[in-house]
């Protein structure tokens, strides 16, 4: 009994060892060439979808409402600052965007961004960077042109977040795919088309290239 143990134990050791050089040398290569070739790619936006977002730049708090309908070649931010302006963002496919208040003030600037709204698949490119928690959620992350840091849950493919390059960053709140906002509620207001107020901006600010079009100007425009 005690002489067939000392016979055989040092056999199980070297099996072990063997299977393990064995396996490993066999699997790294595979599984290298397999990391690149399976890397997750975001899912494409809904062609329909609201969602609403908690802004923090710095501390400078904003919730928008997002509308993005891709059929209809149109794209929704309204932007409400903490206590204080509610702007409407609504883009268009067709290269306009009106930016405007309803309120007393009848703010209105028509802007000619150049590009239209972000396509379903704007993320396609994007680099992959692995897998971070944000907001509490196990995330997938990819960077484009050092523009945008978009993060997705690994579980449901929705977004969680997102970063643009200037710190601004977007918590999805709702993510609510179908939803469509009716037509009435994309009419800007009759003051947006009075003569004095239009068209004069053709370069938008800083503060807006961060809306939808923006990031598609950003992105190929
Ligand atoms: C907003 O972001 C700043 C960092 O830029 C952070 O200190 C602050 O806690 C955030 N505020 C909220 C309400 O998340
Ligand atoms: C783009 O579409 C919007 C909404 O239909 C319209 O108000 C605007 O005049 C159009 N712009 C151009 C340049 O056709």
Redesign the pocket.
């Known amino acids: 009994m005690a002489s067939s143990v000392s016979r055989e134990f040092p056999f199980v050791p070297f099996i072990l060892l063997l299977i393990l050089i064995i396996t490993s040398t066999a699997a790294e290569p595979r599984s290298v060439a397999a990391a690149a070739a399976e890397d997750p790619t975001p899912t494409p936006w809904p062609l329909q979808f609201h969602s609403v977002l908690f802004m923090?730049k710095?501390?400078a708090?904003q919730m928008i409402d997002l509308w993005y309908d891709w059929p209809n070649g149109r794209n929704f931010n309204i932007i409400q600052d903490q206590l204080g302006k509610l702007t409407y963002d609504a883009e268009w496919n067709n290269g306009t965007s009106f930016v405007y208040t309803l309120d007393s003030d009848r703010e209105c600037k028509t802007l000619y961004p150049g590009v239209g709204i972000l396509r379903p698949n704007w993320l396609d490119g994007a680099n992959y960077l692995g897998q971070r928690y944000i907001d509490g959620f196990l995330c997938n992350v990819w960077e484009k042109v050092d523009f945008i840091w978009y993060y997705e849950d690994v579980e449901t493919k929705r977004p969680v977040h997102w970063v643009f390059y200037t710190g601004r960053h977007a918590h999805v709140m709702t993510f609510e795919v179908g939803a469509v906002l009716e037509d009435a509620g994309w009419q800007a207001p009759a003051y947006c088309f009075d003569e004095q107020q239009r068209g004069k901006e053709r370069n938008p600010a800083a503060g807006r290239i961060e809306s939808v079009v923006g990031v598609r100007r950003s992105l190929f425009g």
């Open positions: 923090n710095s501390g708090l």
